[in-house]
């Protein structure tokens, strides 16, 4: 009746009664008390020093002002500061730092939040925030800056967001932006703003293999459109461009738009081959003339997202097999819908899931567009170090390069385009290492530690940080959590949870980190709390309909999905889903095995082609 995993359950560190690390700390171990509230008062004492100018050392020469501050509250927020300050250059000597380029709002914006940590954001100077927030490597406000920019994403500015966040290696607001010009083709192409995008922000837009709109010929039409507005710069790129969109429309408009072009003087001798290629007699058998063809360009119409669940054991057997739920499926199958190659909308064929190459039980899930990452876990003797990750296109799995020791129940996910992987058990210890994969070399290397070692915890990504909740450790079951700054490559903790909790799930949605069910120790757990990062607050919510451990978690369509698991009773194949907007629970289709220590995915499928 245990679920836990055997190396917890043998040495009889989690599984019924309270463990022995979990025992009240006697008055004489307390090493210190906290004030909660301290920061604020300095904080608030430190804004005063600076509205009245007490003891203010440096003067920062704007544009148009000059703005007071000390050069110590600089330098503790800003590695640029430290460096400027500290080394013996002029400014440090002159106890002067001129800025001409920028403007006396702009960098008051910075300084009042070195001082206060609140910013005034808005749409018309949070760019230039940004950017001096990278420059100074400040990186908290940075944070906050994409956490804005997010926040007011719509199809008038995705691209343009796309390209502030490019430029600022804010890879995860990229992403998001890219994805959404993505899912609003159409209403971006119609946007002012589409006709000022950088020749490389178009290009790589034209490159994606899911774009939301009715035919190619719209895309030939936009970047016609868009070299139009400067024709002498922009027609040196129009070849590179328009081989990116498939030109199958030409067939029968091709001099409508070779006279289009004409007058519109963009019709050079290279571009002219592409939208009226020469063809060539071939005198070589048919098959061979095809493959003398360029290669058309596949375009898809659709994504559809699907459920994942891979892993874990049942019925005392370790499981390799995964099971996929789709819309459209009446129940959960073996088998995922295949990425269509036609432009048929209603092809539905199915391709079976490949099993993964080890079974394995409490591993690390990680999902990245096509790709699902399953890192560690164990079998039913030992701990495992192998990798490996899930093609959605080619359905088919491939191993990457070994964790650097051989751990379960640890934590993984994705932040500002990287894999991380934190914490787990090893055979030694409970780890608090954190390690980021780099996919190029394919290898794995170290980042700071957390302040605890962990395993069986929460772990995601939210507002540019990694959050650590709850899990087992040393000392038992934990409430503690914490959060990491990859800036500054450092663990700080956060607020800890109203209920302490191992083999719990974690889920992000609406900017918010849920921390669901779990195990105490003595007791399974239905309940739900909520994170609020702007805050430091956990808050309940509405708990599960059924107590769950070691269970999958994911969202799909703007819902958290909760999959399998151990109800401290029996293992479970049921599903629940949670609407954030309605904070209710809903039952839905039971997966096939009874299943727990699994992980859970969602990818997209791309649907059909035009």
């Not at 099971?323 to 199915?350: D, K, M």
């Not at 608090?432 to 780099?438: D, K, M, P, Q």
Request: hydrophobic fraction near 40%.
């Amino acid at each position: 009746m245990s679920a836990l995993c055997w190396s917890c359950n043998m040495e009889g560190e989690v599984h019924g009664a309270i463990p022995r690390g979990l025992r009240a700390l006697s008055h004489d171990m307390v090493e210190g008390v906290v004030d909660s509230g301290w920061h604020a008062t300095l904080t608030r004492g430190l804004d005063e020093a600076w509205q009245t100018r007490l003891f203010t050392d440096l003067v920062i020469r704007t544009q148009d002002q000059v703005i007071h501050a000390h050069k110590v509250i600089l330098a503790a927020a800003s590695p640029y500061f430290r460096a400027m300050l500290s080394v013996g250059l002029v400014e440090g000597q002159t106890q002067t730092l001129v800025l001409e380029d920028v403007s006396w709002d702009v960098l008051n914006t910075v300084i009042k939040f070195v001082y206060t940590g609140r910013a005034s954001l808005t749409e018309h100077n949070v760019q230039e925030v940004l950017t001096l927030a990278d420059y100074f490597q400040i990186h908290s406000l940075k944070k906050l800056c994409c956490y804005h920019l997010k926040t007011h994403l719509v199809s008038r500015t995705c691209l343009s967001v796309y390209e502030v966040a490019a430029l600022h290696r804010c890879n995860d607001l990229a992403a998001e932006a890219l994805a959404l010009a993505a899912s609003q083709c159409s209403e971006v192409l119609a946007q002012p703003g589409f006709l000022n995008l950088q020749p490389e922000t178009l290009l790589t837009f034209l490159k994606q293999p899911y774009l939301s709109v009715e035919t190619e010929e719209k895309l030939f039409e936009g970047v016609v459109d868009w070299a139009s507005e400067d024709p002498a710069e922009r027609q040196k790129w129009l070849p590179m461009l328009i081989e990116n969109i498939n030109l199958e429309f030409l067939k029968s408009q091709k001099n409508k738009w070779l006279s289009v072009l004409e007058e519109k003087n963009l019709l050079q001798e290279d571009l002219k081959n592409i939208v009226d290629p020469v063809e060539l007699e071939c005198y070589v058998e048919d098959d061979d003339c095809e493959n003398q063809k360029s290669p058309k360009m596949m375009r898809h119409n659709t994504l559809e997202e699907v459920l994942l669940v891979m892993g874990g054991e049942s019925n005392g057997r370790l499981l390799r097999n995964t099971e996929c739920f789709a819309v459209g499926y009446s129940s959960w199958r073996c088998s995922i819908p295949e990425v269509a190659r036609t432009s048929n909308p209603h092809y539905h064929q199915l391709q079976v899931l490949p099993p993964m190459q080890h079974a394995r039980a409490y591993c690390a899930v990680a999902t990245q567009q096509n790709m699902v990452y399953v890192l560690g876990g164990q079998t039913a003797k030992t701990f495992l170090a192998s990798c490996e990750c899930y093609n959605v296109l080619s359905n088919s799995w491939h191993p990457l390069s070994d964790l650097p020791e051989a751990v379960h129940g640890s934590g993984a996910a994705f932040l500002d385009g990287s894999l991380y992987l934190a914490g787990g058990k090893s055979l030694e210890c409970y780890q608090s290492g954190l390690w980021v994969y780099n996919e190029y070399r394919d290898a794995w290397s170290s980042r700071g530690s957390m302040g605890v070692g962990r395993a069986h915890f929460g772990l995601a990504a939210l507002h540019g940080s990694l959050y650590a909740v709850g899990g087992v450790g040393h000392a038992g079951i934990l409430d503690s959590c914490e959060k990491y700054d990859p800036g500054a490559d450092v663990w700080v903790p956060i607020a800890s949870l109203g209920q302490a909790r191992g083999y719990l799930g974690v889920a992000v949605i609406h900017d918010h980190l849920y921390a669901i069910g779990g195990y105490t120790g003595s007791q399974w757990l239905n309940c739900v709390e909520r994170y609020d990062p702007l805050r430091d607050q956990w808050t309940s919510v509405s708990p599960m309909i059924s107590a769950r451990s070691s269970f999958g978690v994911t969202v799909s369509h703007g819902r958290i999905y909760c999959l399998g698991g151990f109800s401290g009773e029996s293992n479970l194949n049921s599903v629940e889903k949670y609407n954030p907007r309605t904070n209710m629970w809903h039952c839905v289709q039971s997966m096939q095995l009874r299943r727990y220590g699994l992980v859970a995915a969602t990818v997209s499928v791309p649907g059909a082609v035009r």
